[in-house]
């Protein structure tokens, strides 16, 4: 009988890691290049964890998905202000720039793997 394997691998501990990089070093570089405050890896994970389950609130919570899309940016906004010592301006331009690093990063990802698994 071949038995299902259970609990965390390597391989889910190399997933999370790779998810908690592509989420936090882009909010630590878009911090720092802002002049935010605090821009170290701990306060970036403390805002990205804290941001999250604000936006899965608002979602859960709001029926409608563009009133929950801008409370969910305007509550980051201020979640990056506040964690991260900065502006509100400030806040709200870190997320942009996190978001579209981690885009492109992700794109980059997956380009790679796409194009290291075709067939010749």
């Known amino acids: 009988m071949i038995s299902k394997r259970e609990g965390l691998t390597l391989e889910n501990i190399a997933v999370i890691a790779v998810v908690i990089v592509v989420a936090v070093l882009p909010v630590m570089f878009a911090a720092s290049l802002m ?17 999250g389950v604000v936006s899965g609130l608002a979602r859960g919570l709001v029926s409608s998905p563009l009133i929950a899309l801008i409370i969910a940016v305007v509550a980051g906004s201020a979640i990056y ?23 492109v990063v992700v794109f980059v990802i997956a380009s790679l793997f796409t194009a290291s698994s075709g067939a010749i």
Not at 81 to 103: N, P, Q, R, S, Y
Request: aromatic share 16%.
């Open 81 to 103: 202000a506040f964690i991260l010592d900065t502006t509100f301006l400030k806040g709200f331009l870190i997320g942009v720039f996190a978001t579209v690093i981690a885009v």
């Open 35 to 51: 002049g935010a405050g605090r821009s170290g890896f701990g306060w970036a994970l403390v805002a990205v964890i804290v941001q």
